[in-house]
Nanobody
């Protein structure tokens, strides 16, 4: 089992940057595929980015490609989401998710551990 705690959210102007962190507690962090999701008011939770167990494979939703970068540090049990060139439409609660598996998945049902979320607000 793993517990996830996100941090790094906040208010930023359009064009700015934020880095989200997700600290995991528990054993065998490197055996978990990790993902970032977001949920805007009135919308369903959506996949943003995912990373394989070693960090060698990354996946992004089209709307963030070239602007967001997911990475992980298995020695620190932490996964990151660097967000650059932020847009007002990136405003949402961002969630970290984990699953002890091999393949990165892009659906909410594919993950069984979730953090509490961190708010990201991008002003125009």
């Amino acid at each position: 089992q793993v517990q996830l705690v996100e941090s790094g959210g906040g208010l930023v102007q359009a064009g700015g940057s934020l880095r989200l962190s997700c600290a995991a507690s528990g054993r065998s962090f490197s055996s978990y595929v990790m993902g970032w999701f977001r949920q805007a008011p009135g919308k369903e939770r959506e996949f943003v980015a995912g990373i394989g167990r070693s960090g060698g494979r990354t996946y992004y939703t089209d709307s963030v490609k070239g602007r967001f970068t997911i990475s992980r540090d298995n020695a620190r049990n932490t996964v990151y989401l660097q967000m650059n060139s932020l847009k007002p439409e990136d405003t949402a609660v961002y969630y970290c998710a984990a699953r002890q598996t091999i393949t990165v998945v892009t659906t909410t049902s594919g993950y069984n551990y979730w953090g509490q979320g961190t708010q990201v607000t991008v002003s125009s």
